[in-house]
């Protein structure tokens, strides 16, 4: 959840982190929330833990026998889970603006590993190129925040025990958020028990915490803007032109866009406006890479044509869907939808990815998500 709040200049001195939560509450931009207070408490923990570990490594001998944190220390990062919409990232985001370190990274999981793969792809082996691209972000990075985390793809659930590992070994500090715990990540996938190291690794390096509780916060005071129209009619499609139009402001080109070394066919687009249909956009073999590739280059994308998802006949169609709902999400692209339902009624089932999709789809309706600059920048190792 990323609104002025995330966008705040950061407190200096003691006890920001809580300082800033208390500031929201102050502001009615959160209520009272004995989780969310719990979990404050220990991302403040955290970031004074890491403040002092900074430091000891420029005291001298007789300062590192004095110190909070001895150097050999490795400190324990944290696993925060929880249903959508609770303030995971929202308050971790707090947490990552307030630590007074420079050598951070703040990045969304899907872009992680994306540059990684690419990484990965360049390099001579496959073990060669994980060495490589963990030793460089430790050199780089004492702490790395992963918002998102979610396994679907094979190709990371087969090697990411292996990245996490060597960056831990590292001494990085790990703060990630998710909507599942580490024994619900990569559900019935492919050659899951190969993952399960992963999944033994994240709970025995890191301190899971259950952000449990029943608000959604992304549901709380949303006016909603005209952005969802259904169903699939001319009408619709015709009001949907005429807010291109007003964007385009005579430059509707109708012609393709490129992601990575192919194109992607759109409807129409302009230099920071894009129009894409359901059936080329999430029909095709297009990727996370594919869709940050769309969301680093245009402020406002539209999808027209898009049916009732979680069907059987349309299953690999709805995972890409939610993948590009994701990462327009985390980049604060404006989201305009043409639909065959009503956005409650846009699933077969609303558990699962679905509610969590659902929800930011509600959000990126309201007029606190168009107005929003967004969070701290989503970054990769350079």
Not at 221 to 236: C, F, R, V
Not at 256 to 281: C, I, K, N, Y
Request: aromatic residues 8%; charged residues 30%.
């Amino acid at each position: 959840m990323a609104d002025e709040a995330a966008r705040a200049k950061c407190l200096i001195g003691e006890d920001a982190v809580r300082r800033w939560y208390r500031r929201r509450l102050a502001k009615g931009q959160l209520r009272p929330d004995p989780a969310q207070e719990r979990l404050v408490d220990r991302l403040q923990q955290l970031a004074d833990d890491l403040v002092a570990k900074r430091d000891e490594r420029k005291k001298g001998y007789l300062g590192r026998l004095l110190g909070r944190v001895r150097p050999h220390e490795r400190l324990r990062g944290l696993y925060v889970h929880g249903a959508v919409g609770r303030g995971k990232s929202f308050l971790v985001d707090g947490f990552f603006l307030n630590l007074q370190r420079q050598d951070k990274l703040r990045a969304h999981y899907h872009g992680f590993m994306q540059r990684f793969h690419a990484e990965m792809a360049k390099a001579g082996s496959e073990e060669d190129g994980l060495a490589a691209f963990a030793d460089r972000l430790a050199d780089r990075h004492a702490v790395l925040c992963l918002d998102e985390f979610h396994v679907s793809d094979i190709a990371d659930a087969m090697i990411l025990g292996r990245l996490l590992e060597r960056l831990l070994e590292h001494g990085v500090v790990l703060v990630a958020t998710s909507n599942y715990p580490p024994a619900g990540l990569y559900p019935n996938g492919l050659a899951r028990d190969r993952f399960i190291p992963a999944i033994r690794l994240l709970e025995e390096r890191l301190d899971v915490f259950d952000l449990d509780g029943p608000e959604d916060y992304r549901l709380r005071a949303l006016e909603q803007a005209s952005l969802y129209y259904h169903p699939l009619s001319d009408a619709n499609q015709k009001r949907l032109k005429e807010r291109f139009g007003e964007l385009a402001k005579g430059m509707n080109l109708k012609r393709s866009v490129r992601v990575g070394s192919r194109r992607m066919p759109a409807l129409r687009r302009t230099s920071d406006a894009l129009w894409l249909d359901f059936a080329e956009a999430c029909g095709g073999s297009y990727g996370q890479g594919d869709y940050l590739s769309i969301a680093a280059r245009f402020a406002t994308v539209f999808l027209s044509g898009v049916p009732r998802l979680g069907r059987e006949d349309n299953a690999e169609a709805t995972r890409r869907f939610t993948w590009m709902i994701d990462v327009l999400y985390e980049a604060r692209t404006k989201l305009l939808l043409l639909a065959e339902a009503p956005l409650d009624e846009l699933y077969a089932g609303a558990g699962g990815e679905a509610g969590r999709t659902l929800s930011r789809l509600r959000e990126m309706q309201s007029r606190e998500y168009l107005e929003s600059a967004g969070r701290p920048p989503v970054a990769a190792p350079a």
